[in-house]
């Protein structure tokens, strides 16, 4: 079965520091996607990204990266120069192919201290 | 753009109380989802539809009940609520047709149990 672990459960940095969000996924499937998602403490659920896994580059959008690994199974988050306004849940999420079904890991809280 | 809307945003029950709580979508979204925060578990799936008239039970689908009876609308319902059903809950949409599609999300509704 599909499986989706963010080891880190929170993570505290100070304002400009970088930071990294792992997430580390469990899958049959030899097709699949991944995302990223952001919960601000406002709660709403904000869509990051989505990676194919056919696709293994990294992309760069901003002060944030991706790197996806399929040899070691993570799907990684960096923020760089990290901001207050960054603080948020993140959470890391997985889709096969012919299902419907979204298996989220458990979120990692990010604090950024000014 | 409205997106997905959920109502209400707050409820407080007792005990054996029923309760709906609505999702709109107004992007023709086939695909629509109820999911559950609760601290340290993520996000779990309740129900989900494929499209209208379609319902199918997710992770945790116990003690609630769904209908979808128009396209845009998909409803959660709890006949007898208990307890463990203090969370907070997410409606969800996607296109259809297409695996890699990612969530839209409603801005939740936080429910107590009393």
């Known amino acids: 079965a599909q499986k989706v672990t963010q080891a880190q459960t929170e993570i505290s940095v100070v304002e400009k520091e970088d930071v990294t969000l792992d997430c580390v996924y469990e899958?049959?499937?030899?097709?699949?996607?991944l995302f990223w998602y952001k919960q601000p403490p406002s709660g709403e659920l904000v869509f990051l990204i989505r990676r194919n896994s056919f696709d293994e580059q990294n992309e760069i959008s901003g002060r944030y990266s991706w790197n996806f690994q399929k040899s070691t199974s993570s799907f990684n988050f960096t923020i760089t120069a990290s901001q207050v306004v960054d603080s948020a849940v993140y959470f890391c999420?997985?889709?096969?192919?012919?299902?419907?079904?979204?298996?989220f890991g458990t979120g990692t809280r990010l604090k950024v201290l000014a | 753009n409205a997106g997905v809307t959920q109502t209400p945003k707050f409820r407080v029950l007792k005990t054996g109380q029923s309760m709906t709580l609505l999702c709109a979508q107004d992007?023709?979204?086939?695909?629509m989802y109820w999911y559950r925060q609760d601290p340290g578990m993520g996000l779990r799936l309740i129900h989900y539809s494929v499209g209208e008239g379609t319902t199918a039970k997710g992770e945790v689908p116990d003690g609630y009940n769904v209908s979808r009876l128009k396209k845009q609308n998909f409803l959660l319902g709890l006949e007898s609520a208990a307890p463990s059903q203090t969370s907070v809950y997410f409606c969800?949409?996607?296109?259809?047709?297409?695996?890699?599609?990612?969530?839209?999300f409603g801005n939740g509704t936080r429910l107590t149990v009393t």
């Open positions: 992007m023709n979204h086939e695909y």
């Open positions: 999420a997985h889709l096969g192919p012919g299902t419907y079904k979204y298996i």
């Open positions: 899958t049959r499937d030899t097709t699949y996607y």
């Open positions: 969800a949409s996607s296109y259809g047709g297409s695996y890699n599609s990612p969530l839209h």
